[in-house]
């Protein structure tokens, strides 16, 4: 039997929240219930963050009460107690908490020290607990920051064993600037695999740098077997025209399915969301491998 | 000390073949002159192939003239005996020969079976070897043929084996198609390398899929430190838009480079070689990661 990889899709929330275009709740849920039709099991649906700062997450509430009743794992980010608290009144339970593995992007984003993002997702955490609400930890720049240069890779390995120690469901590494080679990736994911065990670790990439794939084959050799990527390549900032986003969502179901692995994902529906993605934001650029792809799916 | 890589361009070859725009004697030498100022130092720089067949690569005894007294590897590929004296006589010391890993790729290519092709290569390489020529082994569809679908690896095995042993310099293993993924690369080229060592091992990767940088790090990962690339990514059929050609030099240097390798590639020059083969053949796609690494060079 094949071995199984979990791919989350984080279109819905790490792709549309880079968009110019804001999408309506009936869009948004246009796009995830494509996503589930093709199988995707796991979506990040959202974000409970300031709707001033984030218009294009206002009303992920809407988005919950949409998918109420339907299957599939749907996560949602929430960037303190505040966010916790409406996220779970919402009927949110699943939480993604981003930390930071840089003193100069927790300045640059929260405005606050390391620590103190780590204090307060800590009691978070705990509160989660006892909720009995899953959480996500994604560790963010966790190869390199654009403020503060290179990640020591203990960095990231300290801040991954207090989490889980403390009882996070996953931890998700995060190249959030699309820096990291396959050799780093390789040496600190086999780390991570050797001490927790590949149930509690997936990666998140971007392919910036055209590393994505290899990045995540450099995952997968070190035991990685749960990835994030965005539909449809979403999240490529509108303001920087050819910059890149996640790895896209059909690029990577297709080498991993092609490698042997089982992703449950229907890849000619995947198409179908990916087309759905591009229609609602005007700004999908579509996989790397879509040319090729398109003609092996019959769609060209 | 860093390891090396090193990093054949085929562009001058792979890639001007495939254009529609025939170049000059004179516009082959800049775009092969400019790879070796940026420290390039192993150029495929054309082919001794019937002109009516293959008009791009017609004059390659002018590039050869041309690149007298030039430091630098320059191969020049050769489809039988009368091109290997064509090739010698012209001044060439370094040849490359195409094998195919499959009957339906010989038959279409060039009307032959796979036996009468390797039984032609054997009788050229013997002379190669009286004459002290330097030959390379292309296995072209090594992992899967457009015609007879996938390639057993025994068989890619058993060719590199029976010709290393007869006395070939380097066996080069040729995605032809782009259909290769990193598990398949990963195994194969371990097999090889443990085979037969690092030195006479090369890979060949095409971007159709996206996988190529992907597929550049498993080969790596198996001890592969000799790869081909095209200088822009030339190489795409002209006929066929979108379509990937070679993984591009400046993303598969970007990547090992960072990655700790030494090329001895200067990566600024390089990118002077890319938009001359941009600015040459009018279809020079640019490298996957063009965006990002033009402003990392601070070309934009």
Chains 1, 2 share one sequence.
Not at 187 to 199: F, I, P
Request: proline letters at 4%; hydrophobic letters at 45%; a negative charge.
């Amino acid at each position: 039997m094949s071995q199984s990889v979990i791919v989350t899709d984080v279109g819905p929330r790490d792709g549309l929240q880079n968009q110019t275009r804001i999408l309506s709740s009936e869009q948004r849920l246009q796009l995830i219930n494509a996503l589930s039709s093709a199988g995707v099991g796991h979506v990040e649906v959202g974000a409970f963050v300031s709707p001033k700062v984030v218009p294009a997450m206002a009303g992920t509430d809407a988005i919950l009460q949409g998918l109420e009743g339907h299957q599939g794992e749907y996560s949602v980010l929430i960037p303190n107690m505040k966010g916790y608290e409406l996220a779970t009144a919402a009927g949110a339970n699943r939480v993604v908490m981003v930390l930071y593995a840089s003193e100069g992007m927790a300045q640059a984003n929260v405005n606050r020290s390391r620590e103190q993002v780590e204090e307060a997702a800590e009691q978070i955490l705990v509160r989660a607990l006892e909720d009995k609400v899953t959480v996500l930890i994604a560790i963010s720049v966790a190869f390199e920051c654009p403020f503060s240069g290179p990640v020591a890779p203990n960095t990231v390995v300290e801040i991954a064993g207090k989490f889980l120690a403390i009882g996070a469901d996953e931890i998700v590494i995060s190249d959030t600037i699309g820096a990291a080679n396959p050799a780093q990736v390789r040496s600190l994911m086999a780390k991570l695999v050797e001490q927790h065990g590949s149930e509690k670790i997936a990666c998140h990439f971007h392919d910036t740098r055209a590393m994505g794939l290899a990045n995540v084959f450099a995952a997968l050799e070190s035991g990685v077997r749960k990835f994030d990527a965005s539909i449809g390549g979403l999240g490529g900032c509108p303001f920087a025209p050819g910059a890149s986003g996640n790895v896209a969502t059909e690029d990577l179901v297709m080498m991993v399915e092609q490698m042997g692995f089982d992703t449950g994902i229907d890849q000619l529906k995947l198409a179908e969301a990916t087309r759905i993605a591009g229609e609602l934001t005007g700004n999908a650029p579509g996989g790397r491998a879509k040319t090729w792809l398109n003609r092996h799916l019959g769609l060209t």
